[in-house]
Structure formats: structure tokens, C-alpha cells
């Protein structure tokens, strides 16, 4: 009996069978549901930088530094409150948040950061300027795309926001 073309019943089910031993499956709705997280800190610890580097009169650089500084904070933060609510160890909440929103956060900050230098005016723009704010809304959506399948292909492999699921 001739099978070829057709899929064994049995292993329909499992033709992404790679995700079978690598921790949650790495379906679109979770890797929206990690970036989203990701998101959240990224943009109170990017707006937040922006405002400041802005309101200070700072120059691209400096405004720049302190928007990822913050954006990592805020993201390792949000992160650990919800590690370290589970009841686990200061530490080892640490050890959690980096590996689970490192990579997530550097591509997001890469994406959202590169966007707001690369708008001609946006990072010189007054708070009360919708250049700036459109600017900055832009980088935050733009990154968020593009974020996303990183993260996908991090959950599929157990790595990235995967770490954090044992301990919600």
C-alpha cells in the first residue's frame, strides 16, 4: 500500500513535533501574550526616558541611554513581581527575569530606538509635539511586530518568557 503524500493519522497531530519537549507551545497567541508583557515594561521604562531626556533638554544620546535603562528595569521588574509573588527566592527571581526577557527586551529596544532616531525631529520634538508622541506610539507598535516572532521562536525552544510559565 502506497503512503506517500499522505500523513500517518498519528502524526498529524504532532507535525510540530519539536515543541513537544521544549516547554509551552509556541503558538502565536503566546508569543502575543509574552511580547505584550514585554511590552508593558519596555514602554513605561521607554516613555518614561523619553520624557525625561526630553523634558531635560538632553541630547539623542543621553535620552537614548536612559529610555533603555529604564525599559530594562521596568521589564525585569514587572517580572520578577510575578516570580517573586509565586513565592520564589529573591535570586533566583533575578536569574528568572534575565533569562526570560533579555533578548526580548534588547530586540525591542533595538527596533523601538532605531525608529525614534531615525524619525528626522522626533527626539527633538517638545512633549506637547504629536511629532513626538505619534514618533514614539510608532516605535513602540513597530517593535512590538517585529518582537514578536523572536519571542515565538524563543518559547518554542524553551528559552525566553518559556522560563517564567513554571512559576506563575
Known amino acids: 500500500m502506497d503512503h506517500s503524500g499522505h500523513e500517518h493519522p498519528r502524526h498529524a497531530d504532532h507535525a510540530d513535533h519539536d515543541h513537544a519537549h521544549a516547554g509551552p507551545r509556541a503558538t ?56 517573586l509573588r509565586a513565592g520564589v ?11 526570560a526577557d533579555t533578548v526580548s527586551i534588547a530586540v525591542m529596544e533595538l527596533i523601538d530606538n532605531t525608529v525614534m532616531v531615525g524619525v528626522p525631529g522626533a527626539l527633538d520634538a517638545g512633549l506637547g509635539d504629536g ?21 515565538r521562536w524563543m518559547i518554542g525552544r524553551g528559552k525566553g518568557h518559556a522560563v517564567v510559565h513554571g512559576h506563575h
Open 28 to 83: 502565536w497567541r503566546t508569543a502575543v501574550q509574552a511580547t505584550l508583557h514585554c511590552l508593558t515594561g519596555c514602554a513605561i521604562g521607554e516613555v518614561l526616558g523619553m520624557v525625561i531626556g526630553t523634558a531635560a533638554g538632553l541630547g539623542n544620546a543621553p535620552t537614548v541611554v536612559i529610555s533603555v535603562v529604564l525599559a530594562f528595569a521596568f521589564g525585569y521588574a514587572l517580572t520578577m513581581r510575578g516570580v
Open 89 to 99: 527566592p529573591v535570586r533566583q527571581a533575578v536569574r528568572i527575569a534575565l533569562a
Open 131 to 151: 511629532l513626538f508622541w505619534g514618533s514614539l506610539a510608532f516605535s513602540l507598535a513597530a517593535a512590538f511586530v517585529l518582537t514578536t516572532p523572536v519571542n
